[in-house]
Each structure stands twice: as structure tokens, then as C-alpha cells.
């Protein structure tokens, strides 16, 4: 077991390495993206940044099209490829149904390069990834699978009861 003193303010910090654990080529540790796609740190901070900020444009709603002015939209998530060239936004709307969402999801797509644009101001990257906004089907399918579960639920009761 390797011990190292650091000093930071003028204080003295020991640091202590575990055997066995190198953090020198940790793709979580670094930040970097792994080759096999796997995300890396750097980039989950970056796709939480685009999504804060996201929410806070979209709010603003800057843009005159009626369509983007009748729903209350939430980004929920954002997936960034490891190049940050590309960004897909998933979203929810409050009160959406499936075909409310759709013209509200080409109305995003069709203002997507001025989103970037007011995204780019914003954030501190090279290159301000491009936007490819999608309906969130996490809650549609959370939803079901508590359906499945409590129809399950519900026969195990009565198989108990008979």
C-alpha cells in the first residue's frame, strides 16, 4: 500500500492508494469514453449540463410557434455520443397523450437549430452537439410493468384465497 502527502492550502492531505485499484486507466475515473461505447464521466456531466439547460431555454420559450407554447415541457434525459456531435433529447409534456406529442416533437426538431444555437451561448464546448429530440417512453413503460405487477399481485391472492 502506496501513501502520498499532498499539500493543498498549506495543509498536509495523505492520500492512500488500495492495492490492486489503479485509477490510471479507469475510463470512469479519467472521464473518457471507453471505445466499447460506454459513456465515461465527462460525458454524463456534459449530458446533464445540455439537460439543465435545455429545460431553462425551453421554458423561456423564445420561439413564436404556437406549438411549443401549448405544453409544458420537461426534458427528462439526454444521451450524447462519445464524438459530442450528437445529442437526443428524450421529453415528456405534462398532460401529453401519444398524438399530442408528435407535433410538438417535429415543432422541436424543425426549431432545432436555433435551440442549439441558444444552447451554445450557454454551455462552455468546442462544438455544441447537434439535437435530435424524442418522446421519453421510460414512464409509458414504468407504467405497464406496474400494471403487470399488480395484475400478478392480484392472482397470486386469489390463487391463495381458492
Do not use: W
Amino acid at each position: 500500500m502506496r501513501q502520498r502527502v499532498f499539500k493543498i492550502h498549506g495543509k498536509a492531505v495523505q492520500r492512500i492508494d488500495l492495492p490492486g485499484i489503479s485509477r490510471k486507466n479507469d475510463p470512469q475515473a479519467s472521464g473518457k469514453a471507453t471505445r466499447k461505447g460506454g459513456g465515461g464521466l465527462r460525458l454524463l456531466k456534459i449530458a446533464e449540463e445540455i439537460r439543465r439547460y435545455l429545460n431553462l431555454i425551453l421554458r423561456q420559450n423564445q420561439f413564436l410557434d404556437p406549438e411549443l407554447g401549448r405544453h409544458l415541457i420537461n426534458i427528462t434525459h439526454v444521451r450524447v455520443t462519445p464524438d459530442l456531435r450528437q445529442a437526443f433529447v428524450s421529453l415528456t409534456a405534462l398532460g401529453d397523450t401519444g398524438e399530442d406529442l408528435d407535433p410538438l416533437i417535429q415543432a422541436l426538431n424543425t426549431h432545432s437549430p436555433s435551440i442549439r444555437f441558444a444552447l451554445a451561448r450557454m454551455v462552455d464546448l468546442r462544438m455544441t452537439p447537434a439535437l435530435t429530440f424524442e418522446r421519453d417512453t421510460h414512464a409509458e413503460r414504468a407504467h405497464a410493468l406496474d400494471t403487470l405487477l399488480v395484475q400478478a399481485r392480484h392472482r397470486s391472492v386469489a390463487g391463495d384465497g381458492a
